[in-house]
């Protein structure tokens, strides 16, 4: 991760191992994503979709924490479960008629404040949602630029 004047460029680097396996670097941390045997797969990492849920809860829950500390608000922990809802055809290349991504993603926030009122809790909510890099890419439109290297 490089900061430099106003901006934080954050790299990854990924070799396939497989049609559904790939093995991924970020700095010093490494993991592997896959899919499970149905789907071709080993099974030896979460999927990709899993892995863009699993990123929006941990951003989610560490931009809670900054925004509950600025507003000076303690919170004591939080339980985040998210679901999505897409239909693989896309993906699958079976149809096109929906889009190959998420059609809807809830998010379940379940935050334990020792003596916030209701109201600090929902602009704590609000703020946090706002505030959120990860949610911010999956809500709005963020330009991707494909490069293919020959």
């Given amino acids: 991760m490089e900061i430099t004047n106003k901006q934080m460029r954050v790299t990854i680097e990924g070799q396939s191992e497989s ?3 790939i093995n ?3 700095g010093r941390f490494s ?3 896959d899919e499970p045997a149905p789907m071709g797969g080993t099974d030896e990492g979460p999927t990709p979709v899993q892995v863009l849920l699993m990123s929006l809860a941990g951003c989610l829950s560490i931009t809670g924490h900054a925004v509950a500390q600025q507003r000076g608000l303690k919170l004591n922990d939080m339980h985040i479960k998210i679901e999505g809802a897409m239909n693989p ?3 699958m ?4 008629d929906e889009r190959a991504g998420f059609q809807e993603i809830n998010v379940t926030i379940d935050a334990n404040f020792d003596g916030a009122s209701q109201e600090e809790q929902e602009a ?3 703020e946090t949602e706002k505030r959120c890099p990860v949610t911010d890419n999956i809500k709005d439109s963020t330009r991707i630029k494909l490069t ?3």
């Fill in 93 to 96: 290349g079976i149809s096109f």
């Fill in 31 to 33: 993991m592997i994503i």
């Fill in 124 to 126: 704590w909510l609000d």
């Fill in 148 to 150: 293919p290297k020959y």
């Fill in 89 to 91: 055809c896309a993906f």
């Fill in 19 to 21: 049609a559904t396996k």
């Fill in 24 to 26: 991924l670097r970020a």
